[in-house]
C-alpha cells in the first residue's frame, strides 16, 4: 500500500514495469482506478476502473473524478504537468495508498526534481512536504544501450527531508 513512482527515460521499461505491479494486484479485492492517455496498462484484476483522456477532458479531469469512485489504489500512466502531479499528490495524501505513476527522469533524485519542477508550474510554494506526505518508493529503470535490455536501476524510499528541505533517500 505505498505510492511508488517510476522513474526512466524514453524506452527504459516504465510501462512494462507498472504492467507488472498491476499483475501483482490482480488476486486482491483493491478498487483499482488506471489513468491513461494512451491504452498501455494492463489490468486483470476484478475490480477495476479503467479511464482514458480525449480531447475534451484532460488528466486533471480524470484525477478529479477518482475520489467518486471509492479507490483503493489509484494509478496514473504517465504524470507530464503540475495540475496533474498536484491532483494526484493530494488524492494519494488522503488516505489512497497503493498507487503507482509513471514520470520521466534519469534517476529517482531527478524524478523528486521532476515532481518539483511540474508542481512549482502551478504552486508557487515550496511543496516538499506533499511530496514527502504522498510518495514512498522511487523505482528506476534504465535501457542498457549495449544489449538493449531494461533493468531496475536504483529502488528508494523517501525517509524525511533535511533541515535544508533536501531528500534523505535510503536504498531498498
Given at each position: 500500500?505505498?505510492?511508488?513512482?517510476?522513474?526512466?527515460?524514453?524506452?527504459?521499461?516504465?510501462?512494462?514495469?507498472?504492467?507488472?505491479?498491476?499483475?501483482?494486484?490482480?488476486?486482491?479485492?483493491?478498487?483499482?482506478?488506471?489513468?491513461?492517455?494512451?491504452?498501455?496498462?494492463?489490468?486483470?484484476?476484478?475490480?477495476?476502473?479503467?479511464?482514458?483522456?480525449?480531447?475534451?477532458?484532460?488528466?486533471?479531469?480524470?484525477?478529479?473524478?477518482?475520489?467518486?469512485?471509492?479507490?483503493d489504489r489509484i494509478i496514473?500512466?504517465?504524470?507530464?504537468?503540475?495540475?496533474?502531479?498536484?491532483?494526484?499528490?493530494?488524492?494519494?495524501?488522503?488516505?489512497?495508498?497503493?498507487?503507482?505513476?509513471?514520470?520521466?527522469?534519469?534517476?529517482?533524485?531527478?524524478?523528486?526534481?521532476?515532481?518539483?519542477?511540474?508542481?512549482?508550474?502551478?504552486?508557487?510554494?515550496?511543496?516538499?512536504?506533499?511530496?514527502?506526505?504522498?510518495?514512498?518508493?522511487?523505482?528506476?529503470?534504465?535501457?542498457?544501450?549495449?544489449?538493449?535490455?531494461?533493468?531496475?536501476?536504483?529502488?528508494?524510499?523517501?525517509?524525511?527531508?533535511?533541515?535544508?528541505?533536501?531528500?534523505?533517500?535510503?536504498?531498498?
Amino acid at each position: 500500500k505505498e505510492n511508488i513512482i517510476i522513474v526512466g527515460g524514453t524506452s527504459s521499461g516504465k510501462t512494462t514495469f507498472v504492467n507488472a505491479l498491476l499483475n501483482v494486484l490482480r488476486n486482491l479485492a483493491d478498487r483499482v482506478l488506471i489513468l491513461e492517455d494512451t491504452p498501455e496498462l494492463q489490468c486483470s484484476a476484478k475490480n477495476k476502473v479503467i479511464m482514458r483522456t480525449t480531447e475534451e477532458i484532460k488528466m486533471i479531469d480524470l484525477v478529479r473524478t477518482t475520489m467518486r469512485y471509492n479507490p483503493d489504489r489509484i494509478i496514473v500512466g504517465e504524470l507530464r504537468d503540475g495540475f496533474t502531479t498536484n491532483e494526484l499528490l493530494k488524492v494519494w495524501n488522503s488516505g489512497h495508498g497503493g498507487g503507482f505513476a509513471t514520470i520521466h527522469a534519469n534517476n529517482c533524485l531527478a524524478g523528486i526534481q521532476k515532481l518539483k519542477q511540474y508542481l512549482s508550474e502551478v504552486v508557487s510554494s515550496d511543496q516538499s512536504e506533499i511530496i514527502l506526505e504522498s510518495i514512498d518508493v522511487l523505482v528506476s529503470l534504465v535501457k542498457d544501450p549495449e544489449t538493449n535490455r531494461r533493468k531496475v536501476k536504483e529502488i528508494k524510499k523517501i525517509e524525511k527531508l533535511d533541515e535544508n528541505k533536501q531528500f534523505i533517500l535510503s536504498d531498498l
